[in-house]
């Protein structure tokens, strides 16, 4: 089976991130890349990000996926639209399968799958997208097998029972960073700033619920890598691409001022040492924490 996972996002389409210039790879997708080779499957994964739609096409037909996934968020949904309206009208493609995930599709499922998508992933996508290509691989193949999703049977709209949340993140391995060229967003941030950035994101799941904030895929909970996983990812990154920073995409970092501790912990027994950028709140904030922040590499 043939996995193309891409999403809808285009640098030179969007002037506003042109004047800031801080484009992040699209981890999502590298996770359950990451996810499905674990468990033998071969996936493509095709980063729009520094690519247009017209390359987009080309890629799909030189490919032939058999699934097509692809992550779709507000900002992107008037890009993915286009996209499978493409892929519906391509006689090359008129087999695949097309799975949209991501934030944005379980809200308008229906009108997703009326315009075309086979299926919509509602929340964590990696053992939802297993149990799919394993379905799929199926002839006879059953989807309401398989929680999590939306589809359509004879014209109507099924939603499957959700799936439960990872419990154990720990278990889930790095992003499939190698499945792209990060050259180009490390690049992209030196010349725009003088400096060189990876994302990385070690918790899944906010226990807050600001109202501006989506809680589609990861949920109103708390996961984290343990500090020692998250240290192992952030030596595979210096080691690998050796960035002058990092940035923690975590929704609150300092959520946890125990594990905040446990990674200070961690960072002194490897003698680990970089610079990094995160997102908090004031009242995960203290003297405390922040010293520890400082220790840690935040400027």
Known sequence: MKIFLT????LNSDPNEMRIMKPYVP???????????QHGFHTTVYDSTFSSFEEQKKALIAEKPDVIAIYCNLMTKLNALPLVKFIRQSDELKSSKIILGGPEPPHHASEFLKYGADIIVEGEGEETMLELCRELSNPESDLSKVNGI???HNSTVVKNPPREKVKDIDVLPFPD????????YLDAWKNAH???SVSINT???CPYTCKWCSHTVYGVSYRRRSPKKTADEIEYIIQNYNPDMLWFVDDVFTVSHKWLTKLLQVFNERNLQ?????????????????????QLGCF
């Open 7 to 10: 999403h809808g996002y285009y």
């Open 27 to 37: 981890l999502g997708i590298l996770y359950i890349s990451a996810f499905l080779k």
């Open 150 to 152: 939306y589809f359509k």
């Open 177 to 184: 960073r190698k499945a792209v060229d990060l050259s180009l």
């Open 194 to 196: 003088g400096y060189s």
């Open 203 to 205: 918790m899944r799941g």
């Open 274 to 294: 970089i610079k990094f950028e995160c997102i908090s709140r004031s009242d995960r904030l203290n003297e405390e924490v922040i010293k520890i922040l400082k």
